[in-house]
């Protein structure tokens, strides 16, 4: 089935540097892929869709300019958190699918920690 | 009010015995319906759609009434793998984010 790739898998930075999350589709073209947050014991909350060749659109509460994502290719979208805080310490995951109206598939997630 | 409801648990069942998870959603327009697992720390993994109809995949059965927009998963003869949290799940089309319960934490005790 349909595999999405996301790396790295856990990172620890210190406060105010950037940090760059991958997420790669690998037997499959996306077109759309999606970027959620969790935090402990909370539900997977939609950050942003990250749209190939576009911007990507941001829910509400989530800082553009604080969480970059590009989509250059059909295959890689990255999320960069930059100048990052403590409070941006989270559970980061990404979602693509063929339809998902019938399955979607995830990244591994990357557990990030600001120190 | 959250789009979609979970009742949060945790549930704590002894093995082999049956639990069952409800679920509502606010967002009479969703068209799709899933549960989902997730392990600790870990990615969430589709466990079954939803469907009008009902459906049943070995001691799982999923239930959809669209009527009250409620969703049900019956856990029967519970094993201890079956600890995870449970992900209520909706989409309103083939290609818009899914909409995440909080999950109901089922801990199955030996």
């Known amino acids: 089935g349909a595999v999405v790739s996301q790396h790295p898998s856990r990172v620890i930075c210190k406060s105010g540097t950037s940090v760059k999350i991958e997420c790669r589709s690998l037997d499959f073209q996306a077109t759309t892929m999606f970027w959620y947050r969790q935090f402990p014991k909370q539900s997977l909350m939609l950050m942003a869709t990250s749209n190939e060749g576009s911007k990507a659109t941001y829910e509400q509460g989530v800082e553009k300019d604080k969480f970059l994502i590009n989509h250059a290719s059909l295959t890689l979208s990255t999320l960069t958190v930059t100048s990052a805080h403590p409070e941006d310490s989270s559970f980061y995951i990404c979602?693509?699918?063929?339809?998902?109206?019938?399955?979607?598939?995830f990244g591994q997630g990357t557990r990030l920690t600001v120190v | 009010r959250k789009e979609v409801e979970q009742d949060p648990g945790p549930f704590n069942v002894p093995e082999g015995a049956t639990v069952a998870f409800n679920c509502t959603y606010s967002n009479s327009a969703s068209q799709s319906f899933f549960w989902y697992r997730q392990d600790c720390r870990k990615e969430p993994k589709l466990l079954m759609s939803?469907?009008?109809s009902g459906n049943e995949d070995g001691r799982f059965t999923a239930q959809l009434n669209r009527a009250s927009q409620y969703i049900s998963l019956l856990i029967r003869d519970s094993k201890l793998s079956d600890s995870a949290t449970y992900l209520c799940?909706?989409?309103?089309?083939?290609?818009?984010?899914?909409?995440f319960g909080k999950g109901t934490r089922l801990s199955v005790i030996a």
């Open positions: 979602s693509a699918g063929l339809d998902l109206a019938l399955e979607a598939f």
């Open positions: 799940v909706v989409t309103h089309s083939g290609n818009t984010p899914l909409v």
């Open positions: 939803v469907y009008s």
